[in-house]
């Protein structure tokens, strides 16, 4: 049974950072894919980030384009981690932070549609206000 549990939310002022973490069970890393995904209120859950690594292929990096530069994904292998360092925080970076997980990798769209994972975490939430 596939579990993801996401930590690391809470309140920050703009300009600052937090790390969000998704800590995954039950899952075979042979070849995979993490993503990160908000929701604010109001609005539709879209894409952040994502990871995509396996044995026999390079690793995958992708980010929405309002994230690049301030957010950076990363995994640990040895912990079946994925983290979300966020950095330089923006109000209207303030939602509920979702990870994802597919396994057998992903490629372009495959990545960044939330449609295309089928397991998810149960959100923790991000708030930065100004």
């Known amino acids: 049974q596939v579990q993801l549990v996401e930590s690391g939310g809470g309140s920050v002022q703009a300009g600052g950072s937090l790390r969000l973490s998704c800590a995954a069970s039950?899952?075979?890393?042979?070849?995979?894919?993490m993503g990160w995904f908000r929701q604010a209120p109001g609005k539709e859950r879209e894409f952040v980030s994502a990871i995509r690594w396996g044995r026999f292929s390079p690793t995958y990096v992708s980010y929405r384009d309002s994230v690049k530069g301030r957010f950076t994904i990363s995994r640990d292998s040895s912990k079946n981690t994925v983290d979300l360092q966020m950095n330089s925080l923006k109000p209207e970076d303030t939602a509920v932070y979702y990870c994802?997980?597919?396994?057998?990798?992903?490629?372009?769209?495959?990545?960044?549609?939330?449609?295309?994972?089928?397991?998810w975490g149960q959100g923790t939430q991000v708030t930065v206000s100004s």
């Open positions: 994802a997980f597919q396994q057998g990798g992903c490629s372009g769209p495959g990545c960044t549609s939330g449609d295309k994972y089928p397991y």
């Open positions: 039950g899952v075979a890393f042979s070849s995979v894919a």
